[in-house]
């Protein structure tokens, strides 16, 4: 008998018996999983969806609920605060923001319909408020819907698509609105008919041919053949969790240590590769300290160990945390006035590195070379009093001159300070979800979405939060559809 293996597809030559027969099998029952489970069995097909954990999540439940929007004049939320949004500036956005790594079939299709989203997931009875938010946050402490949640407004972005706030986050007081988000899609998933079975891990396709026809989930430590008639939907997200993938394909990520993600193993990804995929853009990753950007410390500096600034800090604190995970020594420092210092969380591991009432005493306690940090300083704050930054475009209101002593430098340890982080990289897809081989042709049968894919946040130096939590939604609902009517 062949051997039942992540890496291989099992023969259906093979198969004794199919312990389940169904038209579409979705394997992971998050965000991803469940909405490919409504759309498919919207089209009336037969869908069973697997998930290893005793219950629903993934790594959707862990986020803030919160889905990146905008296009077509803007949602009602966006054009009641006085934005419209439109299709060409939203696609423009998510290409700069996706980089070198952009789908721009994917960003334009998802330009072109996020709106049409929208509307599809309050039709699920996803709840919005449908207030605006303004200024600079991590996510909503209260339940409003709309806020800043990329870089839109920073540079070099302001300057290729015009800004709106994108975020609309889920009504929900505080944080963690990913949970209410999953539980509102499980119950539509269920009220479908969705067949749902937990504590079954996937551990092989089912392979006819060159046709995907199924797969293996174990339940009990035994292994179960599932059979789908049209097809299987990869939603396990990505390869967070497993450090010898990390190891081989994003090595960076070694550089911080606090990993998110549920069961993130890179299941998904390998089952995908060992049907004939193609894995792309897998050293990216995603990496934030977030308790360093709500304002006032974002009109801080920050600059590396040689004392040298990186980056316009007025951009999303994900962008700026990817960049200072780029410089060398291990670690940054925050450097902030008197006028802007806010104690930042305990949970933050930020400590202070140095204190001065002048730029020059902050340096020596650093131990840099003289007129290293200093000249930076003095540089940087004789242009923000001329509301300039010309080397990198920081803009006001939060471009302010440091001038109030006393001084400090906060430090950013990569390995002692909170950068969370999760993978980027995964199967190349389609618009429609169908996972592609390295020719770029459909595998039949396979179609994939989610963090197990390379989608809309494709480049961790252009992430913008939401951006996930769109990309699984939208493209989850594509596979699902595609699954179920091919």
Same mark, same amino acid.
């Given at each position: 008998?062949?051997?039942?293996?992540?890496?291989?597809?099992?023969?259906?030559?093979?198969?004794?018996?199919?312990?389940?027969?169904?038209?579409?099998?979705?394997?992971?029952?998050?965000?991803?999983?469940?909405?490919?489970?409504?759309?498919?069995?919207?089209?009336?097909?037969?869908?069973?969806?697997?998930?290893?954990?005793?219950?629903?999540?993934?790594?959707?439940?862990?986020?803030?609920?919160?889905? $990146?929007?905008?296009?077509?004049?803007?949602?009602?939320?966006?054009?009641?605060?006085?934005?419209?949004?439109?299709?060409?500036?939203?696609?423009?956005?998510?290409?700069?923001?996706?980089?070198?790594?952009?789908?721009?079939?994917?960003?334009?299709?998802?330009?072109?319909?996020?709106?049409?989203?929208?509307?599809?997931?309050?039709?699920?009875?996803?709840?919005?408020?449908?207030?605006?938010?303004?200024?600079?946050?991590?996510?909503?402490?209260?339940? +409003?819907?709309?806020?800043?949640?990329? +870089?839109?407004?920073?540079?070099?972005?302001?300057?290729?698509?015009?800004?709106?706030?994108?975020?609309?986050?889920?009504?929900?007081?505080?944080?963690?609105?990913?949970?209410?988000?999953?539980?509102?899609?499980?119950?539509?998933?269920?009220?479908?008919?969705?067949?749902?079975?937990?504590?079954?891990?996937?551990?092989?396709?089912?392979?006819?041919?060159?046709? *995907?026809?199924?797969?293996?989930?174990?339940?009990?430590?035994?292994?179960?053949?599932?059979?789908?008639?049209?097809?299987?939907?990869?939603?396990?997200?990505?390869?967070?969790?497993?450090?010898?993938?990390?190891?081989?394909?994003?090595?960076?990520?070694?550089?911080?240590?606090?990993?998110?993600?549920?069961?993130?193993?890179?299941?998904?990804?390998?089952?995908?590769?060992?049907?004939?995929?193609?894995?792309?853009?897998?050293?990216?990753?995603?990496?934030?300290?977030?308790?360093?950007?709500?304002?006032?410390?974002?009109?801080?500096?920050?600059?590396?160990?040689?004392?040298?600034?990186?980056?316009?800090?007025?951009? $999303?604190?994900?962008?700026?945390?990817?960049?200072?995970?780029?410089?060398?020594?291990?670690?940054?420092?925050?450097?902030?006035?008197?006028?802007?210092?806010?104690?930042?969380?305990?949970?933050?591991? *930020?400590?202070?590195?140095?204190?001065?009432?002048?730029?020059?005493?902050?340096?020596?306690?650093?131990?840099?070379?003289?007129?290293?940090?200093?000249?930076?300083?003095?540089? $940087?704050?004789?242009?923000?009093?001329?509301?300039?930054?010309?080397?990198?475009?920081?803009?006001?209101?939060?471009?302010?001159?440091?001038?109030?002593?006393?001084?400090?430098?906060?430090?950013?340890?990569?390995?002692?300070?909170?950068?969370?982080?999760?993978?980027?990289?995964?199967?190349?897809?389609?618009?429609?979800?169908?996972?592609?081989?390295?020719?770029?042709?459909?595998?039949?049968?396979?179609?994939?979405?989610?963090?197990?894919?390379?989608?809309?946040?494709?480049?961790?130096?252009?992430?913008?939060?939401?951006?996930?939590?769109?990309?699984?939604?939208?493209?989850?609902?594509?596979?699902?559809?595609?699954?179920?009517?091919?």
């Amino acid at each position: 008998m062949a051997e039942i293996s992540l890496h291989r597809p099992f023969p259906a030559s093979e198969v004794t018996g199919w312990d389940f027969e169904t038209d579409v099998a979705v394997i992971g029952f998050g965000a991803t999983g469940a909405c490919a489970a409504i759309e498919a069995a919207t089209a009336g097909a037969k869908v069973m969806l697997f998930e290893r954990n005793s219950g629903s999540g993934g790594a959707s439940g862990l986020s803030g609920g919160e889905i $990146y929007i905008g296009g077509n004049g803007g949602t009602e939320v966006q054009r009641a605060a006085g934005f419209n949004d439109t299709t060409a500036d939203f696609a423009a956005y998510l290409k700069a923001a996706g980089g070198p790594c952009a789908d721009e079939a994917k960003c334009e299709l998802y330009a072109e319909q996020a709106l049409d989203h929208f509307a599809w997931l309050k039709a699920q009875g996803v709840p919005y408020r449908g207030n605006y938010l303004p200024g600079k946050h991590i996510e909503p402490t209260d339940d +409003s819907t709309l806020i800043w949640s990329g +870089s839109e407004a920073a540079a070099p972005f302001c300057n290729l698509s015009k800004p709106a706030p994108r975020g609309h986050v889920i009504q929900h007081m505080g944080w963690g609105g990913g949970r209410p988000l999953v539980d509102i899609l499980e119950a539509r998933a269920r009220d479908l008919g969705v067949e749902v079975v937990v504590d079954a891990r996937a551990v092989a396709l089912v392979q006819d041919g060159k046709r *995907i026809v199924g797969c293996v989930v174990r339940i009990d430590n035994a292994d179960r053949f599932v059979k789908a008639a049209k097809g299987v939907v990869l939603a396990t997200g990505g390869f967070v969790m497993n450090e010898e993938m990390r190891r081989k394909y994003c090595p960076d990520s070694f550089r911080v240590n606090s990993p998110i993600g549920d069961q993130d193993d890179g299941t998904g990804i390998n089952l995908g590769v060992g049907a004939g995929g193609d894995a792309i853009h897998m050293d990216q990753f995603f990496t934030t300290c977030p308790w360093t950007m709500p304002e006032p410390q974002a009109q801080g500096v920050f600059v590396n160990v040689a004392g040298q600034r990186f980056i316009n800090e007025d951009c $999303y604190h994900g962008r700026v945390s990817r960049c200072a995970v780029d410089q060398p020594g291990g670690k940054v420092y925050l450097l902030l006035d008197s006028a802007h210092f806010d104690q930042p969380l305990e949970m933050a591991g *930020i400590t202070i590195a140095g204190t001065g009432d002048s730029w020059e005493e902050v340096e020596a306690e650093l131990e840099m070379p003289q007129n290293t940090l200093a000249a930076t300083m003095h540089f $940087y704050n004789r242009h923000a009093a001329e509301g300039r930054d010309p080397l990198f475009d920081k803009k006001e209101p939060i471009l302010v001159p440091l001038d109030q002593a006393p001084f400090v430098a906060l430090e950013l340890n990569f390995q002692t300070s909170y950068f969370s982080f999760f993978t980027l990289g995964g199967l190349k897809t389609s618009t429609d979800g169908e996972v592609l081989d390295r020719t770029g042709v459909p595998i039949a049968g396979l179609f994939a979405a989610g963090r197990c894919t390379s989608g809309l946040p494709a480049w961790g130096h252009g992430y913008s939060s939401g951006m996930s939590l769109a990309d699984c939604t939208f493209f989850g609902r594509q596979a699902g559809r595609k699954a179920a009517t091919q």
